[in-house]
């Protein structure tokens, strides 16, 4: 959510209404943005989907790292 800074004086009990939803609320002054407030209360990221995924894995990463940078041979 975008609000000016006129609105943070104004309406702050909305504000915090939409904080404590989860709602990042990027506060702009003449145009341009100039702060970001986040809640205190809002959750962790979730884990990324990606992390992880090697974890079921028998080889280990770097070995299978290693397996892909080899250099290709190509038949012409």
Do not use: C, H, P
């Not at 709602?23 to 990221?45: F, M, S, V, W």
């Not at 989907?49 to 250099?71: L, T, Y």
């Amino acid at each position: 959510m975008e609000i000016t800074a006129k609105d943070l004086r104004f309406n702050t009990a909305e504000i915090f209404d939409v904080l404590s939803k989860g709602e990042d609320i990027i506060i702009t002054y003449r145009g341009k943005a100039k702060a970001k407030l986040i809640g205190l209360n809002k959750q962790k990221k979730k884990e990324d989907i990606a992390f992880g995924m090697w974890r079921d894995q028998s080889e280990e990463v770097n070995e299978i790292v290693r397996k892909m940078r080899k250099g290709r041979r190509f038949d012409i």
